[in-house]
C-alpha cells in the first residue's frame, strides 16, 4: 500500500455521487422501519374510528377515504358522547385496566424490593449458604429466566386453588413477580457494581448501621436504575396473557384477556376490538415514549462492559 | 445451618475503625468479631424465636395435612393459613440471623426475602409438577388423580403433536439469526451519523411496548386479513393472488414468526445499538486510515468487536422465545393442524380443551429438562465462541 498523508476526513474523500447514494439509503432504510414500526399502530388507531363498511373495504385515510365516526369508542363507553351515560362496557373496562393496573405496578415494585436488596448484598457482601456461595446464589436467581411460563402454570393452578389464591390479584402479582426478578436482580447488580464502594466505607465509618448506609447512600444514587428495571418490568407484567389466562376468570382478568376474549356471536367488532387495543397499548406506549431514556437502560444493563 | 463469611474491603476498613474504638471504651465498643460478643440471652432470644416459629409452621402443616386426609376435624378449609404461617417464620428466621449474628445476620437480611420468595414460588411448585406428571389428572373426569407411573412419559413419547411442537420450535429458534442481523442492520442504521436519531430510535423502540395479545388481533387477525387488510392488499399488488396468511403450514409458521419478530427486535436492536457506541471511535479510525472498504471495516472490525455482545442479545433473545406463547394461543391457536404451535401453546390447548392436567404437566416438566439442557449447552458453546474468535 502507498504511503498517504490522510487526516480525518478520509470518510469525505469519497465521491459526492457515493455520499448521496449512502445517504438515501440510510434514510430510506431507517424511513421504511419507521414505517413498518408505526403502520399497525396507526391502523389499530384509525380502526376504532371506523364503521363496518370502512373496514370491510380496507380505508385507510381518515377523511378522504372515511369519516371519523366514535363508534369504537362508544361501544366502550368512552365516546365524547357517551362518557357521562352508564355502561356496562366501561365498568367493565375500567375494572380490567385497574386490574392490570394494580397487578403491573404492585408485581414490578415487590420485585423491586426484594430484588434490589438481593442484588446489593450479592455485590458487596460474601455469602456462605451450605455449598452455595455467591456466584451460585446469583446463577440461582438469574436461571430463572429461562423457566417458561408452562412449567409453572398448572402447578400453580392447582396450588392456588388449593390456597384460594385463584383469580386474586395477588396471586397474579406474586407469580408476576417472581417472572420479573431475575431481570430486575439482572439490573440492579449492574448498578450497585458501578457505585464506588468508598462512599459506604465512609457512611459506616461516620457511624451509620449497614441498612442506614444501604438507604441514605446508595438508595438515592441507584435511583435512576430502580427506575430503569421498574419500567422494564412494569412492560412485561402489563403485556403478560399465559398467565393471566390460566389463572383469572372473572375478578381478577387482566386487560390483555379481555382483548383475547372479543369474539362476539356475529363475528369480530373491529371498530370496538380496535378501540380496546388502542387503549390496552397506549398507557405503555406513552411510557415508552417519556421514559425511553431508562428503558434503554434497563436493557442494555450488563450487556455492555 | 447457615454460615456467611464477609470478605470484604468495607469490612476491613470498618474493623480498623473498631479497634480503634475498642481501645477507647470497652463497653460501647464495636466487637472486633460480632459473632462474639453478642450477649447470650440475646442469642438465645433469637434461637427460641426460630425454634417457636419452626414449631408453629410445622404444626399448622401437619394439622392441615390430617384434616385434609380426614383424619382429624380440626383444620382450615384452604391452605392459605400455611403461607401465613411461612411469612411468620421468614421474619423469625430474619430475626434470629440478626439476634444471633449481629451484623453478619444484617447482611444476611438483604438476601433473605428474595431468597425466600424465590424458593417458595420455584421449588415447590416444580416439585410439585413433578408429582402432577406422574398422575393421571383429568380435572374433567371424576375419579380424581391417581398416581401412574411413567405412563404420561411413554403417551408422551409416542405423541406426534408434542414431536411436532419441538420441530416448531427449533424452527422458531433458527428465526432468531435472521432477526438478529435484521436487528444489527437497524441498530448500524441508528449508529450511523444522522439527524433526528432519537425520533428513529423511540419509533423502532415502540413494538417491544405493544401487547402481544393486541398485536396478534390488530395485526395478525385484520392488518393480515384475506380481504380487507392493507398487507393482504399489498401482497395482491405484489403479485401473490391468494395471500392467505394463515392457511397453510409453512406461510402460517413464517406469518408467527415475522409477527414475534416485529415485537422483539427493538431489544436486540438496543443492546447491539448500545454494544455499537461502546466501541472505540480509534479502532474504526485506524481501519479507515489503512484503507480498509466499509465493507472490510464491518466484517473485520466492527463485528468481531461486537461478538460479545451479540452473543448475549442472541442468547437473551432466544430464551424469551422459549417462551413464545401468546401470539400463536390468540392468532392461530396452533392451526393449521398444529403447524404453529408452539411447546408452550400446545400445552396451554392440552390443559384448557382437554383438561388434562397430568399428562400436559409431564410435556411440561420434559420440555423444561430439553431446554435447561439446551441452553446450558448453548453457553458452553457460547463461551468457547467468543473465546476462540477474541
Known amino acids: 500500500m502507498s504511503v498517504q498523508t490522510t487526516d480525518y476526513t478520509v470518510s469525505e474523500i469519497r465521491s459526492p455521487a457515493a455520499f448521496i447514494t449512502s445517504r438515501v439509503f440510510i434514510y430510506g432504510a431507517l424511513v421504511f ?34 369519516t371519523p365516526d366514535w363508534k369504537g369508542w362508544r361501544s366502550l363507553g368512552l365516546s365524547p358522547d357517551s362518557i357521562f351515560q352508564t355502561s356496562t362496557v366501561r365498568d367493565e373496562f375500567l375494572k380490567r385496566f385497574m386490574n392490570s393496573v394494580i397487578t403491573s405496578v404492585g408485581a414490578s415494585a415487590l420485585a423491586i424490593i426484594i430484588g434490589s436488596l438481593a442484588a446489593y448484598g450479592l455485590v458487596r457482601y460474601r455469602y456462605k449458604f451450605a455449598w452455595f456461595r455467591n456466584e451460585d446464589i446469583s446463577f440461582f436467581f438469574l436461571s430463572q429466566l429461562i423457566l417458561p411460563p408452562v412449567v409453572l402454570a398448572l402447578p400453580f393452578l392447582v396450588l392456588y ?108 367488532n373491529w371498530w370496538s376490538m380496535a378501540a380496546l387495543a388502542t387503549a390496552a397499548i397506549a398507557p405503555l406506549a406513552i411510557i415508552g415514549i417519556a421514559l425511553e431514556r431508562y428503558l434503554i437502560m434497563g436493557m442494555t444493563a450488563g450487556s455492555v462492559k | 445451618m447457615q454460615r456467611f463469611s464477609v470478605r470484604n474491603c468495607v469490612k476491613k476498613k470498618r474493623e480498623e475503625a473498631r479497634s480503634v474504638a475498642e481501645q477507647t471504651s470497652t463497653a460501647n465498643a464495636w466487637p472486633a468479631n460480632p459473632a462474639d460478643l453478642i450477649p447470650q440471652g440475646r442469642k438465645r432470644l433469637g434461637w427460641s424465636l426460630l425454634a417457636v416459629a419452626s414449631l408453629a409452621l410445622l404444626a399448622i402443616i401437619v394439622v392441615q395435612i390430617l384434616y385434609k386426609t380426614e383424619m382429624s376435624t380440626v383444620g382450615f378449609d384452604t391452605w392459605r393459613p400455611v403461607i401465613y404461617a411461612y411469612i411468620l417464620w421468614g421474619a423469625a428466621l430474619g430475626a434470629w440471623q440478626v439476634l444471633t449474628r449481629g451484623e453478619d445476620g444484617q447482611r444476611a437480611l438483604f438476601l433473605l426475602p428474595a431468597l425466600l420468595f424465590t424458593i417458595a414460588m420455584v421449588i415447590f411448585p416444580t416439585l410439585f409438577g413433578f408429582y402432577i406428571a406422574l398422575t393421571d389428572w383429568n380435572l374433567s373426569s371424576f375419579a380424581g388423580r391417581r398416581f401412574n407411573g411413567l405412563d404420561n412419559f411413554w403417551q408422551m413419547l409416542a405423541d406426534p403433536y408434542y414431536r411436532n411442537a419441538l420441530f416448531n420450535m427449533v424452527l422458531y429458534v433458527l428465526a432468531v439469526l435472521v432477526e438478529y442481523v435484521i436487528a444489527f442492520g437497524l441498530a448500524l442504521l441508528l449508529n450511523a451519523q444522522i439527524s433526528a436519531r432519537k425520533f428513529f430510535r423511540v419509533v423502532f423502540l415502540l413494538p417491544l411496548m405493544l401487547s402481544p395479545v393486541a398485536v396478534s388481533w390488530m395485526v395478525g387477525k385484520s392488518l ?5 387488510g392493507p398487507a393482504a392488499t399489498l401482497a395482491r399488488h ?27 427486535i427493538p431489544f436486540m436492536m438496543i443492546m447491539l445499538l448500545a454494544g455499537l457506541q461502546a466501541m472505540s471511535r480509534e479502532v474504526l479510525e485506524a481501519a479507515r486510515v489503512d484503507g480498509a472498504t466499509a465493507w472490510q471495516t464491518f466484517w473485520q472490525v466492527t463485528f468481531p468487536l461486537m461478538l460479545p455482545v451479540s452473543v448475549t442479545a442472541v442468547i437473551l433473545r432466544i430464551i424469551f422465545k422459549l417462551k413464545l406463547a401468546d401470539i400463536i394461543i390468540t392468532l392461530t391457536s396452533g392451526g393449521p393442524g398444529g403447524a404453529t404451535d408452539s411447546v408452550s401453546s400446545f400445552i396451554y390447548r392440552e390443559y384448557r380443551d382437554r383438561s388434562n392436567v397430568g399428562y400436559g404437566t409431564m410435556l411440561a416438566m420434559a420440555y423444561l429438562i430439553i431446554i435447561v439442557v439446551f441452553v446450558t449447552w448453548l453457553l458452553k458453546v457460547a463461551s468457547r465462541f467468543v473465546r476462540n474468535v477474541n
Open chain 1, 33 to 66: 422501519w419507521a414505517f413498518v414500526c408505526l403502520f399497525p399502530i396507526y391502523w389499530t388507531i384509525t380502526t376504532s374510528f371506523k364503521s363496518a363498511v370502512d373496514v370491510t373495504q380496507g380505508h385507510l385515510i381518515p377523511f378522504v377515504d372515511f
Open chain 2, 238 to 264: 405484489l403479485g401473490w393472488d391468494n395471500p392467505a396468511f394463515f392457511s397453510d403450514p409453512i406461510t402460517a409458521r413464517i406469518s408467527i414468526m415475522m409477527l414475534d419478530a416485529w415485537t422483539f
Open chain 2, 224 to 228: 393480515m386479513e384475506y380481504r380487507f
Open chain 1, 161 to 268: 386453588r388449593e390456597v384460594a389464591l385463584l383469580d386474586t390479584r395477588i396471586g397474579l402479582v406474586l407469580l408476576y413477580t417472581l417472572m420479573v426478578l431475575p431481570i430486575v436482580i439482572w439490573i440492579m447488580r449492574d448498578q450497585f457494581n458501578s457505585i464506588p464502594v468508598e462512599l459506604e466505607e465512609a457512611a459506616l465509618v461516620d457511624g451509620l448501621s449497614i441498612w442506614g448506609a444501604f438507604f441514605r447512600i446508595v438508595m438515592p444514587i441507584a435511583l435512576p436504575g430502580m427506575v430503569a428495571a421498574f419500567i422494564l418490568a412494569m412492560v412485561l407484567c402489563w403485556n403478560e396473557y399465559f398467565f393471566a389466562a390460566l389463572l383469572t376468570s372473572t375478578d381478577a382478568k387482566t386487560i390483555p384477556v379481555m382483548v383475547a376474549s372479543q369474539t362476539g356471536s356475529q363475528g369480530i
